[in-house]
């Protein structure tokens, strides 16, 4: 079903073949895949089975025959993709990225740029450089959400709006994404389906140099340009709402031998408590207030903090035992109750939760060691009061309806408070705490994913799942972590697409598709091919995923290059590279919805700010394929 060529070595379009009854059935349920996904009316998972069980059905009534007479799409070569290589890297990567962010690695990474002292601008660039170099080699989700905190106390510090920041953001950790194969899991199932097309997969640097040209125009653009067409908001609203954050209240104890024995007060603030503010010090019974310039600490001080619950999570992770009530001993963290014992190894698991206290509640009135939490292996971190900042000792605090208590224990004895009247757990609020002792564990077992398969010494299916496996074994992640951190809807979604690609490609709708593109865009020569074909895919990942976008187009490109004699390669890279140009829409990238809140962003900002992006991105991609490429 190709193309021929005249005697002048041109493209004749006069005659394209006809399509068969399966390419127009394999060409209407993609059709009807890609109008269920952007609509959104089913969820993604049913619309992903729904499509797997009607392609299965479709193809056993109407099969598509090889030389030797076998249905080429029967269930189990529909099915296949689930068991792809670049999914099951995919998978294995966000179990990787879930260690990197549950252990606070990538927190320190964070928080060394968020503590340099530079100009504010020059903090804002270094920042979003880190997050781009980060992103191509880590999931940039959580790269997002770890800088996220950072950008927004920068802006509050160089008295910009969080509208300024948060779409730069997003933005730079999806141009890094573009820049190696690992960036983003949209790469690896490029390279996947070019393996499914019976081609070579893509190295790790194969898309480099044109990603890097790419992403360096767009970088520009995003850190001179972008901030100017976003709103501007007012400095004090971001300062306003970045004070909106809950404040609890704890109390730690100094003890002998601890981080924080002879620690002294530099501008106030203590080193080994970052972010926790202290309002008061009690020594030998006597009130020491603030400021607390060249105050040192001595065993014994009694500490009256406030922090946010991220703030208080990270002190409790890295000084195990100092947040409690009174008199908890640091072997209370890890306790078991009695109902854990025997269970799964997950169930002891130390995660915190928010829990409210309601107006009939009877521990209205109780101090917080009354309330016998510690028996079942519950530790109250700290107490939040809506209507005014506590000061005072938490053994003196009488709990009032409407109090929030920040909670630890492991899962069970938080399972078991979820049935307690007078205490109301908030749906939600579960989070496990950051098990930071494991964090040059986890990153060192990443580097040496990356080095393993940067350098060609093992496939990165390979470096990735045994990754994964060992962080798993030596206790980085829980089971339960690990498999929690494993979209499911990805998963679905990308094995329809797959078995999607897998039909086009049996049936020829990909080269009929390609052979109609050509057509319709005339003889523009492999160069013009390639730059259309860019925008094309450009603007249907900004409706669809980016990752299905990638799936289905890639069989269409490979089409492409064959009837203009190109390596296949390069449309594969053109893929990825317009798959990630997802700006002009908040849905395009999950990244972008991850901001949208924080930067008080409408759906019109997305276009404003990215469709400029996009059409950049455009042209500076088919400059680059003239220069790098030499087309």
Known sequence: MGLGRNDEGRVDYANIAAATPQVWLTLALLGLALGLYVSEKLPVEVVSIGMLSVMMLAFHLFPVADAAGKNQLTPGALLAGFGNPALLTVMALLVVAEALSRTGALDKLADGVGHLRLPNWAMLLLALAVV?????????????????????????????????????????????????????????LVSSALIAQGLPGLDFFDQTPMGLLVAAVGF??????????????????????????????????????????????????????????????????????PPYDDVQLLAGDELMVAGTRKALSDVAARLPGLLSVPDAKEDDFDAEPPAARGRDASAGERVLVEAMIPPTSRFAGFSVDQLGLQRHGVTVLGIERRARMIRGPTTEIRLQAGDVLLLMGPWDAIDQLRAERDLVVVSGSAGSLPKVHHARRAAFVFLSMVALSAFGVLPIAIAALGAATILVAVGTLTPRQA?????????????????????????????FLANHMLAAVGDIGPWGALVAFF???????????????????????????????????????????????????????????????????????????????????????????????GL
């Open 132 to 188: 781009g170099v980060a992103s191509a080699f880590i999931n940039d989700t959580p790269v997002v959400v770890m800088f996220l905190p950072v950008l927004q106390a920068m802006a509050q510090r160089g008295g910009l709006a969080s509208s300024r920041v948060m779409m730069p953001l997003s933005f730079v950790a999806i141009l890094g994404g573009m820049t190696t194969l690992i960036g983003s899991s949209t790469n690896l």
């Open 535 to 629: 925008g094309l895919v450009a603007v249907a990942t900004n409706v669809l995923s980016n990752n299905a976008t990638a799936v289905l187009f890639t069989p269409i490109g490979v089409g492409i290059a064959r009837q203009l004699g190109l390596d296949p390669h390069l449309f594969a890279i053109a893929t990825i590279l317009a798959s990630n140009c997802s700006f002009a829409t908040p849905i395009g990238y999950q990244t972008n919805l991850l901001v949208m809140g924080p930067g008080h962003y409408r759906f019109a900002h997305y276009t404003k700010a990215g469709l400029p992006l996009m059409l950049l991105l455009w042209a500076a991609f088919a400059v680059g394929a003239k220069v790098v490429w």
């Open 220 to 289: 520009v653009y995003v850190v001179f340009v972008m901030p100017r067409l976003l709103p501007k908001g007012t400095a004090g609203l971001a300062g306003h709402l970045l004070g909106q954050g809950k404040q609890f209240v704890s109390q730690c104890t100094v003890g002998a031998g601890s981080a924080l024995e002879g620690e002294t007060a530099a501008a106030g603030t203590f080193r080994s408590l970052p972010d926790i503010t202290v309002h008061l010090i009690v020594r030998d019974g006597r009130p020491v207030y």
């Open 483 to 511: 498999i929690r951190a494993i979209d499911t809807k990805v998963v679905l979604m990308v094995g329809n697409a797959l078995a999607l690609g897998e039909a086009m490609d049996a049936t020829g709708a990909a080269s």
